[in-house]
């Protein structure tokens, strides 16, 4: 069993790193916020008194933040998590970044360092079936496979440094504009006076199909446990949800890639957020699509 140090123990790193504990790890954790490392000790974990106490002496290295800017002054700053981890630990750093940074602080650690951000929510950290799309090099990938398993169900090693990174804005990208036109058509079927069961019942079985359809339909009934169901309770905010595309087009722009359907649902998204949907799930864009 391995000696583990986790930083940012949120709603996601909260329960990635109660899962590690159960696997047997020793994990010391370390939070801001001190409810978050309260809730961390009070699950047997080890709570330390900074990021650098958490990573001495660990043979793997976790951070669970919210934005780049959290994640380059954790690992480069001064104290930084690069610098107090011991020699041969193994870097991962599972926050959702813009792809740029995530390449200048593998670059700059100076140790071998993932990126590995996760899809599956909170859900999915509680019950450890996260999804991770991890770039870096190959060595390190293979040493910390185990314990991304311990936190995950499905680990795809995606290329070189800033490749998870990249995997998981084009794979949002691809679910905000499968959401939006789902929605779309949802309102459109409406109008014509088209049932919202017949057009699932149609879709989910042709070549209208999608995850957005099939595991978050936008109306409530054919999927029971959709946040439709729940008046949009989230699931996956739709803050969350414009920050990815903001993401994506960041790197769309840096990439010199054109991504005229995730420009436009970054402009979808900011709408309804800025109109006060930011903690509605994301699903909950048919509400502004129905408004016109
Ligand atoms: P969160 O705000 O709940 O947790 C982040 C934690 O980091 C907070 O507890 C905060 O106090 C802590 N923190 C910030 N700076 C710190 C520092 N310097 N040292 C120690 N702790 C620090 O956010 P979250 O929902 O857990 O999301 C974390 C990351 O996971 C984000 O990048 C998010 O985009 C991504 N993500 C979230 C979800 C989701 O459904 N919530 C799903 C997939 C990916």
Redesign the pocket.
């Known amino acids: 069993m391995a000696r583990i140090g986790f ?8 329960p990635m790193a109660r899962n590690l504990l159960r696997a047997g790890h020793a994990v010391a954790g ?4 001190p409810a ?1 490392l309260e809730a961390f000790a009070g699950a047997g974990g080890q709570a330390a008194g900074s ?1 650098a106490e958490a990573a001495a002496g660990a043979a793997f290295v976790v ?5 780049g800017r ?1 994640v380059r ?2 690992w480069l700053g001064a104290g930084g998590l690069a610098a107090a981890s011991a020699p041969g630990a193994v870097l991962i750093d ?4 813009d792809v740029a940074t995530a390449r200048e602080v593998a670059a700059g650690a100076g140790k071998p360092m993932l990126d590995a ?6 859900m ?2 509680e019950a450890a079936t ?1 999804t991770f799309m991890v770039g870096g090099p190959a060595p390190a990938y293979a040493a910390a496979l185990p314990i991304l398993q311990a936190m995950g169900r499905t680990i795809v090693h995606c290329g070189e440094a800033g490749a998870g990174q990249a995997a ?1 804005v084009c794979n949002n990208m691809m679910l905000a504009a499968n959401m939006i036109v789902t929605a779309e058509a949802f309102v459109l079927a409406e109008k014509l006076g088209l049932t919202h069961q017949a057009l699932f019942d149609v879709a989910s079985k042709s070549s209208g199909q999608s995850w957005a359809l099939t595991s978050y339909c936008p109306v409530p009934g054919p999927v029971p446990n959709s946040p439709a169901n729940r008046d949009y309770r ?4 739709a803050a ?1 949800m414009l ?2 595309l903001g993401l994506s087009q960041e790197a769309a722009a840096t990439a010199g890639a054109t991504t005229p359907l995730g420009a436009e649902a970054l402009a979808l998204y900011r709408r309804f957020v800025e109109a006060g949907g930011g903690d509605v799930d994301f699903s909950g864009i048919i509400r502004l699509l129905r408004e016109g």
């Open positions: 930083v940012g123990l949120g709603n996601m790193g909260g370390y939070d801001l916020v978050a990021a951070t669970m933040l919210p934005a959290h002054e954790a599972c926050s959702t970044i951000p996760v899809s599956g929510g909170t999915g950290a996260l998981k989230p699931g996956f905010a969350l920050k990815d």
